[in-house]
């Protein structure tokens, strides 16, 4: 821990820093592209193109037609969105056997009741028995369930002034009475429901300056929604009584192609589907998470990990330039050469400092070839000591083996009967069988990998899993869930006998949920990871880059909440309590909304980086126009 007396030095050095606002947004970020193949990075003089883009449209008929069966595959998925909702697991996988309105609750609110009906998580309910009590809690019975001790709440009064400041400035709004404010006011985390007092719907950015202006005259707090995938609902507010800037129709794709690759111009409300869908019609790419549903915005500006950035590195360390409307109304560009300070905090905590509404990226080149491996180690569940040498053994040959390149995205999965070790190697078969397959076959002997030869298209599409790679505006993918995240230190996990008795809490407890619950090791250091490295480092506020391991403990809450919501956090705590030595962080982009303010800032910021995003956010919002529950204080 830091002495009270570096924090004073830390907080006067930087506030003597930092310039103030500018009265004008600026222009012309610069940065060159640096290799395009790799994740290296350079600051230079070349200007951001303005002319020459080409519009991308994400089209499957095009991109996918020379692969029929992928293309069928993803027809059928998209018919399956269309069908109904998901239960998308977190961790990347899917629930089995749960049926989405099961509900046994008890001390929960909800909203918009009628005499007869009333809508809960999303859900609607009809045929309601209310029963009679002299206090403001009820009970509902519905479909023999039974809600207990419920809270039932009216309609809330929006600001006229706010109304009327949203009509005069003609911003596409939508209130409580709208037809379609269900669908507009979903939140992905059903354990946490919000009702917003407005939501916005931008097609350019003045309306998004004129949003952000209209609310702070009201004193109504803002939050942006991109793809909408909050852990914790944020993006709906965090709050009842929130304005949320939901960007889904600020969603245009333009590259631009030049010698060293080329670069992408991405509206905020780009999903990262399309986004991917779009570069790959071009033979490019850029390192995103798994779900294609999520939204750029959100995943890009809170550090975006997927399979691919050991290779590329973190959504975000592809950016170089953002446009943002901050708290005073203000639209802005930044990049490493304007308002520096700002693009730093943004890359890492954006919802605490504006709303950003156009991304340029850097492009890769698609690999041609991708490697899928799979070793099924799920004969060993109940044996948490073989379990716990395997894993320390995978472990140890991904940290020191000289043959583990960054090409390479690797993750540990567990659930209430399957241990698997799996990834991408983007790069032939030929050439994992060679380097990298022999080091993992020693960690793990007796156990023959079963791998898969694919494209990069094929590649898109199975990471994806259960959804399409291209998404609808309207994408509505959610769950009632709880998760837990952790960050190891460089060197991993550093306790076997401590794994063990981990392994021995999820066999003893996990079994009374099958098909609840995952937990997922992402491989984001080890040898050959181009996460780590100082550039990235002093150019974003995403801190603790050096963790090997991001841990996410996630399981379903739809029914026996509490009971599961116990076992998640046991198992949370369980796994600090068995490595000791291990100064666990969490992961903020897997936000955990069971953390207070401070609690979570301990836990997703180094000392140094959160004292410097508060000097800012004095700076760029000191009226905390842009507010959730953790978001950076003033």
């Known amino acids: 821990m830091c002495t009270v007396v570096l924090i004073y030095f830390i907080y006067f050095a930087l506030t003597a820093a930092l310039p103030s606002p500018k009265d004008v947004a600026p222009t012309g ?36 037609k020379d692969d029929q069966a992928l293309l069928k595959d993803q027809e059928a998925k998209a018919k399956t969105m269309e069908d109904g909702d998901l239960l998308e697991s977190v961790s990347g996988g899917w629930w089995e056997d749960i049926e989405a309105d099961a509900l046994h609750l008890n001390n929960e609110t909800i909203s918009n009741v009628t005499k007869s009906s009333f809508k809960f998580s999303n859900v609607t309910v009809s045929n309601v028995t209310t029963s ?35 009509k005069d400035y003609k911003v596409p709004s939508k209130y409580e009475d709208d037809k379609d404010w269900t669908t507009v006011s979903r939140v992905y985390n059903e354990r946490r429901s919000y009702t917003p007092d407005v939501v916005v719907l931008p097609t350019n950015t003045d309306h998004v300056k004129d949003a952000v202006d209209c609310a702070r005259k009201a004193k109504v707090k803002v939050q942006p929604k991109g793809g909408g995938h909050s852990y914790g609902s944020f993006s709906t507010g965090g709050k009842d009584g929130s304005m949320v800037v939901d960007l889904r129709k600020m969603d245009k794709i333009t590259y631009y192609p030049s010698s060293d690759g080329g670069m992408v111009l991405a509206e905020g409300g780009t999903r990262l589907g399309n986004l991917a869908l779009a570069l790959s019609g071009q033979g490019r790419a850029v390192p995103h998470g798994d779900c294609p549903a999520v939204g750029l915005a959100g995943h890009s500006l809170h550090g975006g990990f997927g399979y691919a950035s050991r290779k590329w590195g973190l959504s975000t360390d592809s950016i170089f330039n953002l446009e943002v409307v901050t708290a005073n109304g ?95 190697y983007y790069g032939s078969r030929k050439e994992f069988q060679k380097t990298i397959q022999p080091e993992l076959d020693k960690a793990m002997p007796n156990v023959k990998p079963e791998l898969t030869k694919l494209s990069w298209n094929e590649a898109l ?124 962080r969490s992961f903020a982009p897997f936000l955990d909304p069971s953390l207070s303010n401070s609690e979570a800032h301990r836990v997703y910021f180094s000392t140094s980086t959160y004292e410097k995003l508060r000097s800012l956010k004095r700076v760029y919002d000191s009226e905390e126009v842009f507010w959730n529950p953790q978001s950076v204080k003033p």
């Open 29 to 64: 970020g610069t940065i060159s592209h640096g290799n395009s193949s790799s994740g290296g990075h350079s600051t230079s003089n070349s200007t951001m193109p303005k002319k020459g883009g080409i519009v991308l449209t994400p089209n499957p008929d095009s991109v996918f």
């Open 132 to 166: 009679k009590s002299k206090s403001s809690k009820h009970s509902f019975s519905y479909d023999g369930h039974t809600l207990k001790n419920v809270t039932v709440l009216s309609r809330r009064k929006v600001s006229s002034s706010l109304k009327r400041c949203l």
């Open 330 to 424: 203000l639209i802005r560009e930044t990049s490493y050469s304007e308002n520096e300070d700002l693009n730093w905090a943004l890359k890492g905590a954006a919802d605490s400092f504006g709303i950003v509404t156009k991304i340029w990226l850097r492009t890769y080149e698609a690999p041609k070839q991708v490697t899928h491996f799979s070793y099924d180690l799920s004969d060993y569940w109940k044996t948490p000591k073989k379990m716990a040498s395997y894993f320390m053994d995978v472990q140890r040959t991904l940290r020191s083996s000289s043959a583990i390149t960054g090409d390479m995205g690797l993750t540990v999965r567990l659930t209430s009967a399957r241990f698997t070790i799996a990834g991408y």
């Open 461 to 584: 599409a199975r990471i994806g899993g259960r959804l399409s790679v291209q998404q609808p505006r309207n994408a509505r993918v959610g769950a009632n869930f709880f998760a837990k995240s952790l960050l190891t230190g460089s060197r991993g996990l550093k306790s076997s006998s401590g794994l063990e008795q981990y392994f021995r809490y999820l066999i003893q407890n996990g079994n009374k949920w099958p098909g609840r619950w995952v937990i997922t090791f992402r491989l984001m250091g080890g040898q050959g990871s181009t996460v780590t490295n100082s550039w990235a480092e002093e150019h974003s506020s995403v801190s603790f880059r050096d963790s090997m391991w991001i841990i996410q403990h996630d399981g379903v809450t739809s029914r026996d909440p509490r009971d599961m919501t116990r076992f998640i956090q046991g198992a949370h705590d369980e796994m600090k309590t068995a490595q000791p030595d291990i100064n666990f």
